[in-house]
C-alpha cells in the first residue's frame, strides 16, 4: 500500500538540487543533462523523506562553487539559494548533525572569499543566527570574520564588533579560543581609517590572553609583533594616556628582545618618565621613530602631557609654575596653554592661581594603573566610607537631640 508524504516544506530544497543540476549539465545538451537531472532530484527525493540532512546539504552544496561564480546567477537568486541551504540545520537531529551541516556550507563560502565576499558574509551571519549551539556560533562567526579578512569586507563585519565582549560571554569559549578571536579582529581593524583606538584595544586584549603561566611558555613568543604594535598605537594616540601593556608578560618580553628592545624602551618613557628622556631617546633612535611612522613633535606634544601628568602624582596638590617649565621645556607664558590642553584632553582638573603661579590639582589620569594604583584607590574609599559614616552618625545624634529638645518645650508648654 503506496503511502502518500506531505512534503510542501520540502519542496524549495527539490527546487534548489533541480535548479543547480540544471545549471551544472546546462552545457551537455538534453540527451545527458535530463537523466542526470532527474537522478540527482531523485536522490534529493530519497534524503527528505529519509531525513537525512546532512546528506541532502552535501548534495545541494555540491554546486554551490559553481553558483558562486556563475554570472547567470543573480546575487538575489544565490541570496535566496543559500538561505534555504542554510535552513538544513533547523532541521538537523541534533546539535552535532547542525553542527556538521554548518561547517559544510562555511567550508564552500570560505573558498574564493574575493568573490562576493559581502554576500558570503551576509549568509554565513544568517547561518550563525540559526544555529542552536554557542560553539557551532563561535566557529560561523570566526568563518564570517575569515572571508572579511580574505576578501577585504571588513565593512560588513566591523560593526559586530562592538558586541564582541557579549558573544563571547554567551559562546563560553576558552583562552586560546579568543585569543585568536581578538588577533583576527585586531588584524581586520589594523587598517581601517578611523578605527586606531578599536585595533589598540583588540590588540590588548589579544596581549592579555598571555597570563605568563607555562601553558604559554612555547607560544608568547608569536606574540612580539603585536606587542610592538600596541605600544606604537599608545605612542601615536592623542587621546590615550593610560595604559597596563607594561604588566602584561607579552610586553615585558620585548624588554630584552634584539628587535623590539627600543620600542619597549620608548613604552617606559612614556608611561614612566619626562620630556628630556624621550629626547634623549629620540635623538639616538630618530630612524627608528620614523621606520614606526611616528611624529617627532606629536611625540612630543604627547610627552609634554605625560610630563604634566608625572609632576601632578609627585606632587602635594600643588605645583609651582617653575616646574612645569623645566619638565615641560617651555617658558612661563606656555604653562597656561598646557594647562588648558590637559583639561581639554581629560586627564586632569586643577585651577592655576595666577598670582602666587601655582597649579592646584584636584585630579589626575594616572598613566599606569597597576596594584600600587588599586591600594591608593582602595585606601582613599576607605577613607571616603569613613566621613560618610561619621556624617550619618552626626546627622543621627543632631535628630535624637532635636527631637529631645521638641519633647521637652511640649512638656513646658503643658
Known amino acids: 500500500m503506496a503511502t502518500i508524504v506531505n512534503t510542501t516544506e520540502e519542496e524549495p530544497m527539490l527546487a534548489v538540487v533541480r535548479f543547480t543540476a540544471e545549471l551544472a549539465w546546462a552545457d ?3 540527451d545527458v543533462a535530463e537523466p542526470e537531472v532527474a537522478r ?7 534524503h527528505v523523506l529519509a531525513g537525512r540532512w546532512l546528506d541532502m546539504a552535501s548534495l545541494m552544496l555540491a554546486s554551490a562553487d559553481l553558483l558562486l561564480l556563475s554570472p547567470r546567477v543573480p ?35 570560505v573558498q574564493q572569499p574575493g568573490e562576493k565576499p559581502a554576500l558570503r558574509i551576509k549568509v554565513l551571519f544568517s547561518l550563525y543566527n540559526l544555529l542552536p549551539s554557542s560553539y557551532g556560533k563561535a566557529f ?23 558586541n564582541i565582549d557579549a558573544f563571547v560571554g554567551d559562546w563560553g569559549i576558552g583562552k586560546l ?5 581578538f588577533l583576527a579582529v585586531a588584524r581586520i581593524l589594523k587598517d581601517q581609517k578611523g578605527m586606531s583606538k578599536e585595533y589598540f584595544n583588540f590588540l590588548n586584549k589579544y596581549l592579555a590572553t598571555f597570563d605568563g603561566s607555562s601553558d604559554d611558555a612555547e607560544v608568547i613568543g608569536e606574540a612580539k609583533e603585536e606587542a610592538a604594535a600596541a605600544i606604537i598605537e599608545f605612542v601615536k594616540s592623542a587621546d590615550l594616556f593610560q595604559c597596563d601593556l607594561l604588566d602584561m608578560p607579552a610586553v615585558a618580553q620585548l624588554e630584552k628582545d634584539e628587535k623590539y628592545q627600543s620600542v619597549y624602551e620608548l613604552l617606559k618613557i612614556f608611561l614612566t618618565q619626562r620630556l628630556d628622556s624621550y629626547l634623549e631617546f629620540q635623538s639616538a633612535n630618530s630612524t627608528l621613530l620614523q621606520g614606526y611612522g611616528l611624529v617627532h613633535e606629536d611625540c612630543i606634544t604627547k ?32 604653562v597656561e596653554y598646557w594647562i588648558v590642553k590637559a583639561i581639554s584632553s581629560k586627564i586632569l582638573d586643577c585651577k592655576v592661581d595666577q598670582l602666587n603661579q601655582f597649579v592646584i590639582v584636584s585630579r589626575h589620569t594616572e598613566r599606569i594603573f ?33 527631637d529631645g529638645a521638641q519633647g521637652m518645650q511640649g512638656v513646658a508648654t503643658r
Open 40 to 46: 540527482l532530484c531523485a536522490e534529493a527525493q530519497q
Open 140 to 162: 560561523v562567526y570566526r568563518k564570517a570574520l575569515e572571508v572579511a579578512a580574505a576578501g577585504k569586507a571588513a565593512d560588513c563585519v566591523v560593526p559586530s564588533f562592538k
Open 177 to 181: 579560543e579568543q585569543r585568536d578571536l
Open 28 to 30: 551537455a545538451g538534453p
Open 303 to 334: 610627552m609634554r602631557l605625560m610630563s604634566l601628568l608625572d609632576l601632578s602624582s609627585h606632587c602635594s596638590g600643588e605645583i609651582p609654575y617653575s616646574a612645569i617649565t623645566k619638565a615641560l621645556g617651555i617658558n612661563d607664558d606656555e
Open 75 to 109: 546575487d538575489k537568486d544565490l541570496e535566496c539559494i543559500l538561505a534555504i541551504i542554510c535552513n538544513l540545520v533547523t532541521k538537523a537531529g541534533s546539535d552535532e548533525e547542525a553542527l556538521q551541516i554548518a561547517e559544510a556550507i562555511c567550508l564552500k563560502l
Open 370 to 402: 597597576g596594584i600600587p594604583q588599586w591600594k591608593s584607590l582602595r585606601s582613599k574609599l576607605g577613607v571616603w566610607r569613613g566621613n560618610i559614616a561619621n556624617a550619618i552618625s552626626t546627622i543621627q545624634a543632631n535628630k535624637v537631640a532635636e
